[in-house]
């Protein structure tokens, strides 16, 4: 029986969640978001005797693409990104300024994503789903019952808007386009704190449940 599994690993300063994914017929995993701390993830992929075949990231803030250049290099895998999030790169050595966190190396992006879509990769289908408003080119990353969702949502919350390229309107659209389009038993992997599901946020989290009027719950 195939099942998917998912592994969190918390990295840097941010207690940013970098994730990888893997089904139980194989050793190929996918990597999301690897924030920092590479050799961290690679000792829990080698742990698992697994081998990483790409990196889709949900967006490019600072405590998100810290470890990606490393291992791109480690692993000679290709690194996937939303075309509206060169920008939030380009912008990645300011950011570490301002936050006075150090600077990794600038990853290089291999395949520009663009609108919703479905990839495969290997034995993987992955729907992607673009979710601005944390960022121009956030995008939510499906496979199976598990929704990588960044920091798009989190466990009571929502992501932060107040960054260069947020905006509180187009998060507000992207939540309601996931409440309408999600199953609601899907789970749900945010860049920060713990998982959750979406059931569980339309019922308690105080941003969707002001957003009620708007969902027509």
């Known amino acids: 029986n195939l099942s998917l599994f998912v592994e969190t690993i918390v990295t840097g300063p941010f207690k940013e969640n970098s994730y990888f994914f893997w089904y139980n017929n194989s050793r190929d995993a996918i990597l999301i978001d690897p924030g920092d701390d ?3 993830i690679c000792n829990q992929l080698d742990k ?9 990231n949900t967006h490019a803030h600072l405590d998100h693409i810290g470890a990606v250049s490393q291992l791109k290099q480690i692993y000679d895998i290709p690194f996937y990104l ?11 050595k300011d950011t570490c300024d301002f936050f006075g966190v150090e600077e990794r190396e ?27 408003g944390h960022t121009p080119g956030g995008i939510c990353i499906k496979v199976d019952n598990h929704l990588f969702v960044g920091d798009t949502i989190f466990h009571g919350s929502v992501g932060r808007t107040d960054l260069p390229g947020g905006s509180w309107e187009k998060l507000e659209s992207s939540l309601i386009n996931l409440v309408k389009s999600m199953d609601p038993d899907i789970i749900l992997h945010s860049g920060h704190g713990p998982e959750t599901t979406l059931a569980n946020e339309i019922e308690k989290n105080p941003f969707l449940i002001a957003l009620n009027d708007k969902l027509n719950l």
Do not use: C, G, Q, S
């Not at 075309?83 to 912008?91: P, Q």
């Open 48 to 56: 698992k005797k697994l081998m990483p075949v790409a990196i889709i």
């Open 106 to 132: 600038k990853p290089e992006v291999d395949i520009w994503l663009k609108d919703d879509r479905e990839i495969i990769i290997n034995n993987f289908k992955i729907n992607l789903f673009h979710t601005p």
């Open 38 to 40: 590479y050799n961290l």
């Open 82 to 92: 939303h075309e509206d999030e060169a920008l939030i790169l380009d912008t990645y």
